[in-house]
Protein backbone atom coordinates (compact mmCIF):
# COMPACT_ATOMS: atom_id res chain seq x y z
CA UNK A 1 0.00 0.00 0.00
CA UNK A 2 1.66 3.32 -0.96
CA UNK A 3 2.51 6.36 1.93
CA UNK A 4 -0.41 8.12 0.39
CA UNK A 5 -2.85 5.59 1.16
CA UNK A 6 -2.15 5.14 4.61
CA UNK A 7 -0.78 8.33 5.79
CA UNK A 8 2.97 8.87 5.33
CA UNK A 9 4.78 10.37 8.45
CA UNK A 10 4.75 14.07 8.29
CA UNK A 11 1.82 14.45 6.43
CA UNK A 12 -0.32 15.25 9.48
CA UNK A 13 -0.55 19.09 8.61
CA UNK A 14 -1.03 18.81 5.21
CA UNK A 15 -3.99 16.16 5.80
CA UNK A 16 -5.67 19.02 8.31
CA UNK A 17 -4.99 21.53 5.33
CA UNK A 18 -6.89 19.03 3.13
CA UNK A 19 -9.55 18.35 5.25
CA UNK A 20 -10.02 21.79 6.24
CA UNK A 21 -10.36 22.81 2.23
CA UNK A 22 -12.85 19.92 1.25
CA UNK A 23 -14.95 20.57 4.05
CA UNK A 24 -15.23 24.31 3.16
CA UNK A 25 -15.80 23.67 -0.08
CA UNK A 26 -18.81 21.26 0.94
CA UNK A 27 -19.86 24.25 3.40
CA UNK A 28 -19.92 26.65 0.13
CA UNK A 29 -21.77 24.96 -2.11
CA UNK A 30 -24.53 23.84 0.11
CA UNK A 31 -24.84 27.47 0.73
CA UNK A 32 -24.22 29.38 -1.82
CA UNK A 33 -26.58 27.58 -4.38
CA UNK A 34 -29.72 28.11 -2.04
CA UNK A 35 -31.64 31.14 -1.33
CA UNK A 36 -32.02 30.33 2.24
CA UNK A 37 -28.78 29.54 2.64
CA UNK A 38 -27.82 29.12 6.33
CA UNK A 39 -31.82 29.02 7.26
CA UNK A 40 -31.17 25.22 5.75
CA UNK A 41 -29.27 24.38 8.87
CA UNK A 42 -31.56 24.86 11.69
CA UNK A 43 -35.21 24.83 9.63
CA UNK A 44 -35.48 20.73 9.47
CA UNK A 45 -34.97 20.41 13.15
CA UNK A 46 -37.03 23.49 13.74
CA UNK A 47 -39.79 22.24 11.60
CA UNK A 48 -39.68 18.66 13.24
CA UNK A 49 -39.80 20.10 16.73
CA UNK A 50 -42.82 22.08 16.16
CA UNK A 51 -44.53 19.15 14.71
CA UNK A 52 -43.69 16.47 17.21
CA UNK A 53 -44.08 19.85 19.45
CA UNK A 54 -48.01 19.81 18.33
CA UNK A 55 -48.53 16.30 18.71
CA UNK A 56 -47.21 15.28 21.89
CA UNK A 57 -48.68 18.75 23.94
CA UNK A 58 -51.81 19.74 22.06
CA UNK A 59 -53.19 16.48 20.87
CA UNK A 60 -51.97 13.37 22.87
CA UNK A 61 -51.37 13.17 27.11
CA UNK A 62 -47.83 13.49 26.68
CA UNK A 63 -46.34 11.39 29.49
CA UNK A 64 -42.60 11.39 28.31
CA UNK A 65 -39.72 13.66 28.24
CA UNK A 66 -39.29 17.02 30.34
CA UNK A 67 -40.39 20.61 30.47
CA UNK A 68 -40.39 22.59 28.53
CA UNK A 69 -40.86 19.67 25.92
CA UNK A 70 -39.29 21.98 23.23
CA UNK A 71 -36.34 22.54 24.62
CA UNK A 72 -36.24 18.70 25.59
CA UNK A 73 -36.81 17.65 21.76
CA UNK A 74 -34.20 20.45 20.37
CA UNK A 75 -31.42 19.42 22.74
CA UNK A 76 -31.49 15.92 20.66
CA UNK A 77 -32.71 16.48 17.43
CA UNK A 78 -30.17 19.13 16.64
CA UNK A 79 -27.83 16.24 16.93
CA UNK A 80 -29.80 13.61 15.63
CA UNK A 81 -29.83 15.78 12.34
CA UNK A 82 -25.89 16.17 12.57
CA UNK A 83 -25.86 12.23 12.85
CA UNK A 84 -28.39 11.02 10.38
CA UNK A 85 -27.38 13.88 7.33
CA UNK A 86 -24.08 12.46 7.98
CA UNK A 87 -24.41 8.70 7.71
CA UNK A 88 -27.14 9.54 4.84
CA UNK A 89 -23.75 10.90 2.74
CA UNK A 90 -21.55 8.20 4.12
CA UNK A 91 -22.83 5.83 1.82
CA UNK A 92 -21.79 7.91 -1.46
CA UNK A 93 -19.01 9.12 0.16
CA UNK A 94 -16.29 7.36 -2.17
CA UNK A 95 -18.67 7.07 -5.06
CA UNK A 96 -19.55 10.51 -5.12
CA UNK A 97 -15.66 11.29 -5.61
CA UNK A 98 -14.74 8.04 -6.94
CA UNK A 99 -12.26 10.18 -9.45
CA UNK A 100 -10.55 11.95 -6.82
CA UNK A 101 -10.19 9.53 -4.16
CA UNK A 102 -8.43 7.25 -6.77
CA UNK A 103 -6.11 9.92 -7.65
CA UNK A 104 -5.31 12.01 -4.67
CA UNK A 105 -2.40 12.25 -2.88
CA UNK A 106 -3.96 11.97 0.47
CA UNK A 107 -5.49 9.28 2.86
CA UNK A 108 -8.67 7.85 1.35
CA UNK A 109 -10.10 8.66 5.18
CA UNK A 110 -10.48 12.14 4.53
CA UNK A 111 -13.19 12.00 2.25
CA UNK A 112 -15.25 10.60 5.49
CA UNK A 113 -13.66 12.91 8.00
CA UNK A 114 -15.06 15.92 5.82
CA UNK A 115 -18.40 14.61 5.91
CA UNK A 116 -18.40 14.78 9.75
CA UNK A 117 -16.50 17.88 10.08
CA UNK A 118 -18.92 19.68 7.51
CA UNK A 119 -21.71 18.55 8.83
CA UNK A 120 -20.33 19.27 12.28
CA UNK A 121 -19.78 23.30 11.90
CA UNK A 122 -23.40 23.13 10.24
CA UNK A 123 -24.44 21.31 13.82
CA UNK A 124 -22.46 24.12 15.38
CA UNK A 125 -24.40 26.89 13.35
CA UNK A 126 -27.60 25.27 14.58
CA UNK A 127 -26.81 25.62 18.31
CA UNK A 128 -28.20 29.48 18.32
CA UNK A 129 -32.11 28.43 17.45
CA UNK A 130 -31.33 26.01 20.98
CA UNK A 131 -30.45 29.28 22.78
CA UNK A 132 -33.05 31.08 21.61
CA UNK A 133 -35.59 28.50 23.10
CA UNK A 134 -34.28 28.58 25.90
CA UNK A 135 -33.73 32.08 26.96
CA UNK A 136 -37.77 32.36 25.94
CA UNK A 137 -38.48 29.67 28.29
CA UNK A 138 -36.03 31.28 31.03
CA UNK A 139 -37.91 34.26 30.25
CA UNK A 140 -41.59 32.77 30.77
CA UNK A 141 -40.96 30.60 33.41
CA UNK A 142 -39.06 33.29 35.80
CA UNK A 143 -41.19 33.02 38.67
CA UNK A 144 -41.57 29.42 38.11
CA UNK A 145 -39.30 26.47 39.42
CA UNK A 146 -40.53 24.14 36.85
CA UNK A 147 -38.69 26.50 34.13
CA UNK A 148 -34.97 25.78 32.18
CA UNK A 149 -32.02 26.12 34.22
CA UNK A 150 -28.78 26.25 32.81
CA UNK A 151 -26.17 24.72 34.98
CA UNK A 152 -22.97 22.22 35.29
CA UNK A 153 -24.11 19.71 32.80
CA UNK A 154 -22.91 22.42 30.35
CA UNK A 155 -19.48 21.52 30.87
CA UNK A 156 -20.42 17.74 29.20
CA UNK A 157 -21.51 19.44 25.75
CA UNK A 158 -18.30 19.53 24.43
CA UNK A 159 -17.74 15.99 25.50
CA UNK A 160 -21.23 15.34 23.84
CA UNK A 161 -19.48 16.48 20.74
CA UNK A 162 -16.33 14.59 20.90
CA UNK A 163 -17.89 11.59 21.05
CA UNK A 164 -20.77 11.90 18.12
CA UNK A 165 -17.32 12.62 16.26
CA UNK A 166 -15.67 9.72 16.90
CA UNK A 167 -18.67 7.66 16.60
CA UNK A 168 -19.81 8.94 13.23
CA UNK A 169 -16.09 8.42 12.10
CA UNK A 170 -16.35 4.78 12.98
CA UNK A 171 -19.56 4.51 11.30
CA UNK A 172 -18.36 6.22 8.10
CA UNK A 173 -15.08 4.32 7.78
CA UNK A 174 -17.38 1.24 7.88
CA UNK A 175 -20.46 2.11 5.99
CA UNK A 176 -18.75 4.07 2.93
CA UNK A 177 -16.14 1.02 2.13
CA UNK A 178 -19.38 -1.59 1.87
CA UNK A 179 -21.32 0.55 0.35
CA UNK A 180 -18.80 0.65 -2.64
CA UNK A 181 -19.40 -3.08 -2.37
CA UNK A 182 -22.41 -4.06 -1.63
CA UNK A 183 -24.90 -1.13 -3.41
CA UNK A 184 -28.19 -2.50 -1.49
CA UNK A 185 -26.46 -1.25 1.60
CA UNK A 186 -27.84 2.29 0.84
CA UNK A 187 -31.19 2.02 1.01
CA UNK A 188 -30.90 -0.54 3.84
CA UNK A 189 -28.89 2.73 5.62
CA UNK A 190 -31.78 4.62 5.15
CA UNK A 191 -34.54 2.08 6.43
CA UNK A 192 -32.36 1.50 9.07
CA UNK A 193 -32.05 5.03 10.17
CA UNK A 194 -35.94 5.38 9.96
CA UNK A 195 -35.82 2.91 12.62
CA UNK A 196 -32.96 4.14 14.76
CA UNK A 197 -34.64 7.92 15.20
CA UNK A 198 -37.65 5.95 17.14
CA UNK A 199 -34.97 3.61 18.96
CA UNK A 200 -33.06 6.52 19.73
CA UNK A 201 -33.99 8.36 23.05
CA UNK A 202 -34.96 11.95 21.32
CA UNK A 203 -38.91 12.29 21.61
CA UNK A 204 -38.55 10.58 24.87
CA UNK A 205 -36.40 10.17 27.59
CA UNK A 206 -34.62 6.45 28.07
CA UNK A 207 -36.04 6.45 31.84
CA UNK A 208 -39.73 6.45 29.53
CA UNK A 209 -38.36 2.78 28.20
CA UNK A 210 -40.29 -0.22 30.39
CA UNK A 211 -37.92 -2.32 31.79
CA UNK A 212 -35.28 -4.43 30.14
CA UNK A 213 -35.50 -1.95 27.44
CA UNK A 214 -34.17 0.87 29.29
CA UNK A 215 -30.76 -1.51 29.57
CA UNK A 216 -31.10 -2.44 25.94
CA UNK A 217 -31.49 0.86 24.84
CA UNK A 218 -28.33 1.97 27.05
CA UNK A 219 -26.83 0.08 23.81
CA UNK A 220 -27.54 2.61 21.60
CA UNK A 221 -24.51 4.73 21.69
CA UNK A 222 -26.51 7.92 20.92
CA UNK A 223 -28.71 7.09 24.06
CA UNK A 224 -25.55 8.38 26.07
CA UNK A 225 -24.45 11.27 24.06
CA UNK A 226 -27.77 12.69 23.61
CA UNK A 227 -27.91 12.30 27.84
CA UNK A 228 -25.20 14.77 27.70
CA UNK A 229 -26.46 17.43 25.56
CA UNK A 230 -29.56 17.40 27.78
CA UNK A 231 -27.54 18.12 31.19
CA UNK A 232 -27.19 21.88 30.85
CA UNK A 233 -30.97 22.21 31.83
CA UNK A 234 -32.22 18.62 32.58
CA UNK A 235 -29.62 17.34 34.93
CA UNK A 236 -32.06 14.64 36.28
CA UNK A 237 -30.87 12.81 33.25
CA UNK A 238 -27.84 11.76 34.22
CA UNK A 239 -27.06 8.47 34.33
CA UNK A 240 -23.32 6.52 34.49
CA UNK A 241 -24.55 3.20 33.39
CA UNK A 242 -26.07 4.83 29.91
CA UNK A 243 -22.74 7.08 29.37
CA UNK A 244 -20.29 4.44 30.10
CA UNK A 245 -22.35 1.80 27.75
CA UNK A 246 -22.01 4.44 25.20
CA UNK A 247 -18.58 4.99 25.49
CA UNK A 248 -17.56 1.40 25.41
CA UNK A 249 -20.05 1.23 22.23
CA UNK A 250 -18.82 4.01 21.03
CA UNK A 251 -15.36 3.30 20.70
CA UNK A 252 -15.93 -0.45 19.59
CA UNK A 253 -17.22 1.00 16.73
CA UNK A 254 -14.44 3.17 16.18
CA UNK A 255 -11.84 0.49 16.35
CA UNK A 256 -14.23 -1.71 14.18
CA UNK A 257 -14.70 1.06 11.41
CA UNK A 258 -11.11 1.29 11.12
CA UNK A 259 -10.04 -2.05 11.13
CA UNK A 260 -12.97 -2.21 8.39
CA UNK A 261 -11.46 0.58 6.38
CA UNK A 262 -7.60 -1.17 6.73
CA UNK A 263 -8.82 -4.00 4.63
CA UNK A 264 -11.04 -2.95 2.19
CA UNK A 265 -9.34 0.52 1.20
CA UNK A 266 -7.20 -1.45 -1.68
CA UNK A 267 -10.26 -3.51 -3.10
CA UNK A 268 -12.79 -0.25 -3.05
CA UNK A 269 -10.27 1.72 -5.29
CA UNK A 270 -10.52 -1.25 -7.61
CA UNK A 271 -14.16 -1.22 -8.00
CA UNK A 272 -14.51 2.35 -8.21
Known amino acids: MSRAAVGAPGTPRRYLHSL ?55 CALLPWVWFNVSVSDFTRAFKKDARLVRSAAIPRSIWV ?27 LSAD ?14 PVA ?8 VGLGLLIAPLCVLYVDL ?19 DIRDLPGIFQTLGAFNPLAGIFMLYRMPFFPEQWNPFTLVIGV ?11 WVFRRLERTILKEL
Not at 35 to 46: A, K, N, Q, R, T
Not at 186 to 204: D, G, N, S, V
Request: proline share 3%.
Open 144 to 157: SSDGVHVGWGLLWM
Open 186 to 204: ERTTALILRAMFYATPIIY
Open 20 to 74: WLLSGRDLKVRYATSMLGYLWSVLDPLVMSAIYWFVFTQIFHRDVGEEPYIVFLI
Open 161 to 168: IILQTILL
Open 113 to 139: NRIVLSKGAEYLCSLPVLAIFVIVSMI
Open 248 to 258: LVTLAIFGLGV
